[in-house]
């Protein structure tokens, strides 16, 4: 079984920095993408950021140029960096990995939920 733990979360006043960080767990053979979602009260779930095949990025027209994925130096591993925070970022942030398992299945797998708040 692969679970994800998330760390990172907090109240920020706007204009402020964030580090979120995901780390799988479990039974794994590769990773093949890892991102973060957000879903904000009465809203959808949306797609922050996401890195796939070790490198190759992509952002949300709302948080480009302000917000940073990267992949860490362990397996599965991903963190974001986010800065020049506004209030309309305030929501739930939910780390999101496809993987492949030792049985060749690939598995989507979501973590709990860590709270981002930018508010004064």
């Known amino acids: 079984q692969v679970q994800l733990v998330e760390s990172g979360g907090g109240l920020v006043q706007p204009g402020g920095s964030l580090r979120l960080s995901c780390a799988a767990s479990?039974?794994?053979?590769?990773?093949?993408?890892m991102g973060w979602y957000r879903q904000a009260p009465g809203k959808e779930r949306e797609l922050v950021a996401r890195?796939?095949?070790?490198?190759?990025?992509n952002y949300a027209n709302s948080v480009e140029g302000r917000f940073t994925i990267s992949a860490g130096n362990a397996k599965c591993t991903v963190t974001l960096q986010m800065n020049s925070l506004k209030p309309e970022d305030t929501a739930v942030y939910y780390c999101?990995?496809?993987?492949?398992?030792?049985?060749?299945?690939?598995?989507?797998?979501w973590g709990q939920g860590t709270l981002v708040t930018a508010s004064s």
């Open positions: 999101n990995a496809r993987v492949i398992d030792p049985s060749y299945r690939n598995l989507e797998v």
């Open positions: 890195i796939s095949d070790g490198a190759r990025t």
């Open positions: 479990g039974s794994i053979f590769s990773c093949n993408a």
